[in-house]
Structure formats: structure tokens, C-alpha cells
Nanobody, 126 residues
Framework: VQLVESGGGLVQAGGSLRLSCAASGFITDDYAIGWFRQAPGEDREGVACITGRDGRLHYGDSMQGRFTIARDDAENTVYLQMNSLKPEDTAVYYC????????????????????WGQGTQVTVSS
């Protein structure tokens, strides 16, 4: 399984970024794919995930209404549109994928995900 993220960078508060994650080598259609982030000294947290064949969405509490996750099955790519960015959104953002199999994969929790990308830095200046 290979996950390649792109789209990170430096943006001013209030601005927008779109992250992309191209996935390959994953053969089940009952999977969860999502975005997580980790700031220095903080635990990794779920940002937004799409779970299962029905594409159920889950967002972290502080991302509701600002971030949108979308999946392009034809391109095996998942996107994260981030609007109204805040300095506290600064972190390394990771794409991850897993077969749907436990609570972590249902509820966008890092422990539930098996395969991870290398991460992309997002920095929001005030």
C-alpha cells in the first residue's frame, strides 16, 4: 500500500488549502480512508475520514464546517479542502487507510488505521 500526500504549505489565517492523497495497492472496497494531523508535542488526531462502501463521513470537532473530505474512487484519491484556517491548524497532516474492522476505523481514530503516508506540513500564520 502506498499513500502519497501533496498540497501542504504556508497560508495566512483565514486562507484555504487543499490536500490530496493518492492511494495505491489497496484491494478491498470496504475501507476507511482519512486525514489525521499531529502538532509538535501533541497526540495525533483525526481530522476527517470516509468509512466503508457507503462513504460515511466523520469530522473532528474543531474541523466541522471548515474542512471537507471527498473521495474520488476512479482516481483512488482522497481530498481535504480546508477553509478558514487558523494558526492552531498548524501541524503535519497524514493520510491513512485501513480495512474497516474495528472502532478506530469507524470513528476516525488513529489506532484503527494500518497504512500511513509520509505526511505534509501545513503552517498557518497569524
Amino acid at each position: 500500500v502506498q499513500l502519497v500526500e501533496s498540497g501542504g504549505g504556508l497560508v495566512q489565517a483565514g486562507g484555504s488549502l487543499r490536500l490530496s492523497c493518492a492511494a495505491s495497492g489497496f484491494i478491498t472496497d470496504d475501507y476507511a480512508i482519512g486525514w489525521f494531523r499531529q502538532a509538535p508535542g501533541e497526540d495525533r488526531e483525526g481530522v476527517a475520514c470516509i468509512t466503508g462502501r457507503d462513504g460515511r463521513l466523520h469530522y473532528g470537532d474543531s474541523m466541522q464546517g471548515r474542512f471537507t473530505i471527498a473521495r474520488d474512487d476512479a482516481e483512488n484519491t482522497v481530498y481535504l479542502q480546508m477553509n478558514s484556517l487558523k494558526p492552531e491548524d498548524t501541524a503535519v497532516y497524514y493520510c491513512a487507510v485501513t480495512e474497516v474492522r474495528n472502532g478506530g476505523s469507524y470513528y476516525c481514530l488513529p489506532y484503527g488505521y494500518d497504512f500511513w503516508g509520509q505526511g505534509t506540513q501545513v503552517t498557518v500564520s497569524s
